[in-house]
């Protein structure tokens, strides 16, 4: 099956600051999405981007599907933005594989 | 709407009991599954629905049912609980009878096995 890895695991920043997360993943895919859980466990899904660039807001997205990787923006950041990243991705499959995350913490 | 809403929120019991997770969304989705999230993992499949009268297994079926008797609802069964099936439960749902459109997530269920 699609394995999927997410960069970096931990993340820490300062209010203001902006930030990039990596999502690859070993196959060819037709669904990837990028979620943020909340320090309070809730799942928001922040984008459905399987090729090409998506923004809303200070977050933006872009997955390159023929180089395998997809990369979340952060920009300006605020505490808020605290929590984990998910990636998740499927293949022609009915079954979505979500990558072990990367925690961010944004200190004021 | 609703969304897609989960009972109960936390829930403890001892190894060997059954219980049931509920699950239900008033969005009309086709699509709806169920997740595990262990302590510093992401979220694994258990079971999912892509209609009603039809189930499949995820990566983690083993010790769980489920039905899909109607659109809106996809209960979950732990048979005998054990102490590995302790987790953070998600349902979610989607569009469509495939992956091609984002999913929304319940708020989750915490299950404690002793």
């Known amino acids: 099956g699609i394995q999927v890895e997410q960069s970096p695991p931990d993340l820490i920043l300062q209010e203001g600051a902006n930030s990039t997360l990596r999502c690859n993943f070993s196959?060819?895919?037709?669904?990837l999405q990028w979620f943020h859980q909340n320090p309070w466990g809730q799942l928001i899904n922040l984008f459905y981007?399987?090729?090409g660039t998506k923004q809303n807001g200070r977050l933006s997205a872009t997955t390159v599907a023929t180089e395998r990787y997809s990369l979340l923006y952060i920009s300006s950041s605020q505490t808020t933005d605290s929590g984990v990243y998910f990636c998740?991705?499927?293949?022609?499959?009915?079954?979505?594989?979500f990558g072990t995350g990367t925690r961010l913490q944004v200190f004021p | 709407n609703a969304g897609v809403t989960q009972t109960p929120k936390f829930q403890v019991l001892k190894t060997g009991q059954s219980m049931t997770l509920q699950c239900a969304q008033d969005?009309?989705?086709?699509?709806m599954s169920w997740y595990r999230q262990d302590p510093g993992m992401g979220l694994r499949l258990i079971h999912y629905?892509?209609?009603?009268?039809?189930?499949d297994q995820g990566e983690v079926p083993n010790g769980y049912n489920v039905s899909r008797s109607t659109t809106e609802d996809f209960p979950l069964r732990l048979l005998s609980a054990a102490p590995s099936q302790t987790s953070v439960y998600f349902c979610?749902?989607?569009?469509?009878?495939?992956?091609?459109?984002?999913?929304?997530f319940g708020p989750g269920t915490r299950l404690t096995v002793t």
């Open positions: 979610a749902s989607s569009p469509g009878t495939d992956l091609s459109y984002e999913q929304y």
């Open positions: 196959d060819s895919v037709n669904n």
């Open positions: 981007i399987p090729s």
């Open positions: 998740a991705v499927a293949y022609n499959t009915d079954k979505l594989i």
């Open positions: 969005m009309n989705h086709e699509y």
């Open positions: 629905s892509v209609g009603a009268g039809i189930t």
